[in-house]
């Protein structure tokens, strides 16, 4: 079982940057991934990033690259979402995500999921 908790989030303006941070407990395997999946009121949820666990194999949604950052420390077994540039339309839900699976940017194909963390970015 596997276990996400978000947080990190907050209100910050445009152009100002948050770290996001995901705690992970319960079995991992070593081809696990974690991903930042994000939901904006009354959207469907959008894939932003995704790491390898052991690799550090990244993905990033074109609409975040050169801007967001995911990274992982194995050892605290934390993953992170460095987010620069903010701009409103990044207001959402940020939800960590996780599969026993190479990484992905297919949204459904994650099987365990945090909490969610509210990131609101103000004009």
């Known amino acids: 079982q596997v276990q996400l908790v978000e947080s990190g989030g907050g209100l910050v303006q445009a152009g100002g940057s948050l770290r996001l941070s995901c705690a992970v407990s319960?079995?991992?395997?070593?081809?696990?991934?974690m991903a930042w999946i994000r939901q904006a009121p009354g959207k469907e949820r959008e894939f932003v990033a995704a790491?390898?666990?052991?690799?550090?194999?990244?993905l990033y949604a074109g609409s975040v690259k050169g801007r967001f950052t995911i990274s992982r420390d194995n050892a605290k077994n934390t993953v992170y979402l460095r987010m620069n540039s903010l701009k409103p339309e990044d207001t959402a839900v940020y939800y960590c995500a996780a599969r026993a699976a190479p990484a992905t940017a297919q949204v459904e194909l994650y099987h365990y999921w945090g909490q969610g963390t509210q990131v609101t970015v103000s004009s």
């Open positions: 790491i390898s666990w052991s690799v550090g194999l990244t």
């Open positions: 319960g079995r991992t395997f070593s081809s696990t991934a």
